[in-house]
């Protein structure tokens, strides 16, 4: 069994933040473009129904997915993040938000800081997805526990984090505690159910 | 502005060269100061300053300081200034920086954005000031604010000499650094000024880590 898989990325997809283009004085965006060429050999994706663990079936030239990554600070303490994606891919294409939230993070008044997030948004779960558009600096495709967050528990809702940085004092740890009340979201662990890992 | 600045240079060397030519008459005592850890092993990076009596202390000639912004770290990681001194953050980074204290009463908050101009911020009260940024949490820094125009850095020998004016009364030299756990009072020692004085430091307390910028700046996904 050949399998083989060319992803080229075209540009953006595998910058850092630095990258991000300011549009005007404390917006960004970061956009990017991932294409590849596909030649796949075995099972039939699991798109089709099939048992193929890849996202195609077919050969050729595919857009994996396009971005547009926005960060704008709207006040000194209230930061927006939106991101649009598109995808074409064998169940379909779609533009869509996949993220886009109000940040307020007020001014520590002591070593505990606080963080409200209203919207839709990731948990800020993974060392991995750091990049524009949560995707990983670090590899072609999300992981397996990523691929899981971002499908099931990425939330609509509020968020409130508060962390103590015991570090202003000399210490080496935080310790953070993250609070989320959210809707609209599957059981998490369906997906895990019907696919498995 | 460049221009501005240089001709504030300009005045302080102006001010230093008399005060040399002042001190030429006056003879100066030194004070060695070494600070070793519970480990026999020398500690750089320590604040050391004279403080009370007042009058043992020499003003300082530079009024002004910085505490720069370079890849996301504050650039010294600590700087010892006296009380009345002007700090200029001036952000060398591309990104913006949110910085703050809430170290009271020389608590601020001082946006640094790109294109904005910034006063300096000057620290009115003797003190820590712990430094952080709003946007970049693992961003950490100290200004040592000393009531004392005498002061220095250890190096990394442990070592550092600071020049006072000869004349009566004693003074008191003390040490400051965020890995020390000893208690601040174990931290003074008197010296007379009637001559040249070697001091040592050796400390009880294991000393805590050496701050690591890329170990508090591991990022969670904010993407």
Request: charged share 20%; glycine share 8%.
């Amino acid at each position: 069994m050949v399998r083989i898989l060319i992803v080229v990325a075209l540009f953006g997809a595998a910058g850092v933040a630095a990258n991000a283009v300011e549009i005007a004085p404390g917006h960004t965006t970061d956009i990017g473009l991932d294409v590849g060429y596909i030649d796949v050999s075995g099972y039939p994706s699991w798109t089709d129904g099939s048992v193929g663990k890849l996202r195609y079936s077919d050969d050729g030239f595919v857009l994996n997915r396009a971005f547009v990554d926005y960060r704008g600070r709207w006040a000194d303490s209230l930061h927006a993040h939106v991101v649009l994606e598109g995808y074409d891919d064998d169940i379909g294409s779609a533009i869509d938000f996949t993220q886009a939230y109000l940040e307020w993070r007020p001014v520590p008044r002591s070593a505990t800081r606080y963080r409200l997030k209203l919207g839709a948004f990731y948990p800020r779960i993974s060392l991995e997805n750091v990049d524009a558009s949560w995707s990983s600096p670090y590899a072609a495709s999300s992981s397996a526990i990523n691929t899981w967050i971002a499908e099931e528990i990425r939330t609509f809702g509020a968020e409130l984090s508060i962390s103590r940085r015991p570090a202003t004092l000399g210490g080496l740890h935080a310790f953070s505690a993250d609070v989320a009340a959210f809707r609209g979201n599957d059981p998490a662990g369906a997906l895990l159910a019907w696919k498995g890992w | 502005m460049l221009k501005g600045s240089g001709i504030r240079l300009g005045a302080a060397l102006l001010a230093l060269l008399f005060l040399t030519a002042g001190n030429s008459v006056v003879h100066a005592t030194s004070v060695d100061v070494q600070v070793l850890g519970p480990d026999g092993e020398p500690v750089s990076e320590v604040a050391v300053f004279v403080v009370a009596p007042a009058a043992a202390a020499r003003m300082s000639a530079v009024a002004t300081a910085t505490m720069d912004q370079i890849d996301t770290c504050f650039v010294p990681h600590m700087l010892v200034v006296q009380k009345g001194t002007a700090v200029e953050f001036p952000n060398s980074d591309v990104v913006a920086h949110h910085v703050y204290s809430f170290s009271k009463p020389n608590n601020f908050v001082l946006p640094l954005y790109k294109g904005d101009a910034h006063a300096p911020i000057t620290f009115e009260h003797a003190g820590v000031v712990i430094l952080g940024c709003n946007i970049h949490d693992g961003m950490l820094g100290y200004i040592v604010v000393v009531d004392s125009g005498v002061f220095g850095i250890t190096d990394v020998a442990g070592r550092v000499t600071l020049e006072l004016e000869a004349g009566a009364g004693d003074y008191l030299v003390n040490i400051w650094s965020p890995r020390i756990r000893d208690d601040q009072e174990s931290l003074q020692k008197t010296v007379s000024r009637q001559s040249d004085a070697t001091l040592v430091f050796g400390l009880q307390k294991k000393l805590r880590p050496p701050h690591d910028a890329q170990s508090t700046a591991v990022k969670w996904s904010e993407y």
